[in-house]
């Protein structure tokens, strides 16, 4: 166990400097081998932290009279306008698309044919829709409709404060 590096020489040298004002940074590099908080450690466990003077008050500021304009009412708000809906509205849904494959082989597909699959792989007769395919994405419009519907908006209902969800054109909930 290493031996206390606070002898009674240290010590007293210690109370010396604190008691002259010399900060604990101070101390420490006077004395060599502690730092700044074991010198603060030392000063609190012999008692000798009360050596500042209490700070002076601060000064205030003179009182300045301060004149104050009468406020003339401005006129009136206008009220806001009415919130716009919550709800976009989206176009009429495609027609249905019928069930019939038309491509029977997967390597026939190209990138503007429809790869929406019809039947059941494992039966004979399963191909794909083979429509053309008019916006981007692996469907024709039919069965990107179908891939896709609508997600469900929500929209505040005035009447009560609560949110109305819709699908497509239709309240639901």
Not at 5 to 10: G, L, Q, T, V
Not at 111 to 123: A, E, H, I, S
Not at 160 to 166: A, N, P, S, T, V
Request: hydrophobic share 35%.
């Amino acid at each position: 166990m290493p031996s206390s590096p606070w002898n009674a020489e240290r010590v007293t040298t210690l109370k010396t400097l604190w008691l002259n004002g010399s900060s604990a940074a101070e101390i420490a590099k006077a004395l060599g081998g502690v730092s700044r908080n074991a010198v603060i450690g030392k000063v609190h466990r012999l008692g000798l932290s009360g050596r500042m003077e209490p700070s002076a008050p601060r000064r205030s500021r003179p009182d300045r009279p301060v004149a104050k304009a009468p406020r003339r009412p401005g006129p009136p708000k206008p009220p806001p306008p009415p919130a716009a809906p919550a709800v976009r509205r989206r176009a009429a849904p495609a027609e249905p698309v019928e069930a019939i494959a038309r491509i029977f082989d997967a390597t026939a597909l190209t990138r503007r044919l429809c790869r929406w699959p019809v039947g059941d792989p494992k039966v004979p007769g399963f191909g794909f829709c083979g429509a053309a395919v008019l916006a981007q994405g692996p469907y024709c419009p039919g069965h990107h409709q179908a891939a896709y519907p609508p997600r469900l908006q929500v929209e505040p209902d005035r009447r009560c404060g609560r949110e109305r969800r819709r699908a497509g054109g239709r309240i639901v909930g």
